[in-house]
């Protein structure tokens, strides 16, 4: 099971993603949880932000998130097959 991000690394990932993307701190939030449930923003959240129908910008946010919080190879699941779901700092 992955372990949950710091809010160090989260602060990280949204800061990377800042650098690029600009947009309220919820909005990139989804953005770090999608990458981190799913390995990639997902087809919904690209739909919903146009701009990352892009594929380089999307590649973007997505190397963005896995340089500040190191990814596992299984997301989104621990060991019983069922999805966890990741949330940012409170």
């Given at each position: ?9 989260w602060d990280q ?64 699941t621990s060991g ?11």
């Amino acid at each position: 099971m992955q372990a949950a991000p710091t809010a160090r690394q989260w602060d990280q990932a949204r800061l990377r993603i800042k650098n690029f993307i600009e947009g309220p701190n919820s909005d990139i939030d989804r953005m770090i949880t999608a990458v981190l449930e799913t390995g990639a923003l997902t087809p919904a959240l690209k739909a919903e932000f146009p701009p990352l129908a892009s594929n380089e910008l999307a590649q973007r946010v997505e190397a963005a998130v896995r340089a500040a919080i190191p990814l596992r190879e299984h997301h989104g699941t621990s060991g019983t097959g069922k999805g966890s779901r990741i949330e940012g700092p409170s």
